[in-house]
């Protein structure tokens, strides 16, 4: 195991480039089990998350290349129909093989994903819809077995949960819907653009789909698909993450390249009202640090709305933000794991119903602190980068399954950060 120290203090300054979306990739890595052709995937971040559905799909038979962030991947003859327990338990997007596998075998059997340290994480959504195209679920022993004896059928589904639509779950049912007899509408569909980059990829290899980013998408089955070539969307996570590492520490401002503004506007919105500077381009942003900065009031919500991947980073900023900050998270009302280790940093937070009440303080002072779930540890990464004295954070693995090199692309930008054995 590895822990980050984070020497506080200095001021971030210079450019950074945004990788592959992680959240795009695992998707779209599961869709090229819908072909027996060749599939080159570019711009794949080299993650833990993406190896360990890489993984999955060589157990499943599938022949995998890496090189420098392109993944060249053939699914030809693929055996059994299965993602195991150890591999499911590691990482929940592994869920998102059930539909291509149903649509390839019209079988599948992959493990109940666990819970997680944000909260609950059923995947009922995904069941119906896919019981909803013919398949047969049934759960036994931790396992869901889904069978499709006489094939998919498309139908008219509603995928809304009452949290808001399913990302994973518009996934599964649009990768099973492709090859289904007939016609399937998703309404309640998820309207993210990894859901959209996702369809694109599908369309490309010959998919029949209107309607992607939108809450209904129609989708027209056809016999079969073919192998193409794609690049995947920025990672639009990782780029908040470091507009919030900018607004923190960046006096001067800080330019992040390879990115797509468009996919953050929720968050450079309320960054704006904070206070701070930003200016953007076709594929680059550039942010300066308030210098009157506030507080905002935030509710998470599906796209187009604030992205509950983004609120513990924002809990960190509004840690020293003088004011008051409410941050309200709907869709994982369980989502603050970072509060607590944060208020062994001197935070002024107060968390009840899904909800924290943030007072910001002059300083946070470092302190041994844990990571836990991906985007609480780069929220105290972030904590750690003006507080006073050297903060240490163990479990460094969560960051690194969704941030390629977080910390050497921070050095580049002028933080003081160690990466050693724990
Ligand atoms: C995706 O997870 C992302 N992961 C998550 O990012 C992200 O937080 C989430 O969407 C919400 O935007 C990937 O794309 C790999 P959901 P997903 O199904 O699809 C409830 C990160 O940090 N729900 O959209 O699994 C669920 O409990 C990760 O990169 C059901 O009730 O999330 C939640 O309240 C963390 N039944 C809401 O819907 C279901 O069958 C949204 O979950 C499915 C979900």
């Known amino acids: 195991m590895e822990k980050f120290v984070v020497h506080g203090g200095s001021s971030l300054s210079g450019n950074v480039n945004i990788s592959g979306s992680k959240n795009a990739s695992l998707p779209i890595l599961a869709a090229t089990l819908l072909t027996r052709e060749q599939c080159v995937i570019r711009r794949v971040p080299d993650v833990s998350d993406t190896n360990y559905m890489l993984q999955i799909l060589h157990n499943l038979g599938a022949e995998v290349e890496r090189a420098s962030g392109n993944v060249i991947i053939k699914c030809e003859r693929i055996r059994g129909h299965e993602a195991p327990y150890d591999l499911v338990r590691k990482m929940r997007a592994s869920v998102c093989v059930m539909g291509p596998l149903l649509a390839r075998h019209n079988r599948a059997d992959v493990s109940l994903p666990g819970g997680c340290v944000i909260g609950d994480r059923p995947i009922d959504l995904h069941l119906r819809g896919l019981e909803g195209l013919g398949a047969e679920v049934t759960v036994e022993g931790g396992n869901v077995h889904l069978e499709a004896r006489y094939g998919l059928n498309g139908d008219t589904l509603d995928m ?229 004295g050297a903060t240490e954070i163990s479990r460094v693995y969560h960051i690194d399954r969704g941030y390629e090199h977080i910390d050497d692309k921070l050095i580049g930008l002028g933080a003081e950060i160690e990466r050693l054995p724990a």
């Open 160 to 388: 809304a949960g009452k949290n808001g639509a399913t990302v994973l779950g518009t996934d599964n049912v649009m990768m099973a819907a492709v090859l289904a007899k007939g016609t399937t509408v998703i309404n309640g569909a998820a309207c993210e653009p990894e859901v959209v980059d996702l369809a694109n990829f599908l369309i490309a290899m010959g998919a029949k789909i209107s309607g992607a980013g939108t809450p209904r998408i129609e989708i027209e089955g056809v016999s079969e698909l073919g192998g193409v070539e794609h690049t995947v969307i920025p990672d639009r996570i990782e780029a908040g993450t470091f507009l919030v590492a900018g607004a923190m520490a960046a006096p001067e401002g800080i330019t992040l390249r390879r990115v797509n503004p468009e996919h953050l506007s929720s968050v450079t919105e309320v960054l704006e009202q904070c206070g701070c500077e930003i200016q953007q381009s076709e594929k680059s942003m550039t942010i300066q640090q308030a210098k009157n900065p506030v507080g905002a009031n935030i509710t998470t919500e599906p796209y187009p709305g604030f992205p509950t991947d983004m609120q513990a980073q924002m809990c960190a900023l509004f840690a020293t933000t003088p004011g008051l900050s409410v941050v309200k998270d709907t869709i994982f009302p369980q989502r603050f794991m970072h509060a607590s280790e944060m208020k062994r940093m001197g935070a002024n937070i107060e968390v009840s119903d899904g909800t924290a009440v943030i007072n910001g303080v002059e300083q946070l002072s470092a302190a041994p602190v844990m990571a836990s779930d991906l985007r609480a540890s780069a929220a105290l990464l972030l904590a750690g980068l003006t507080a006073k």
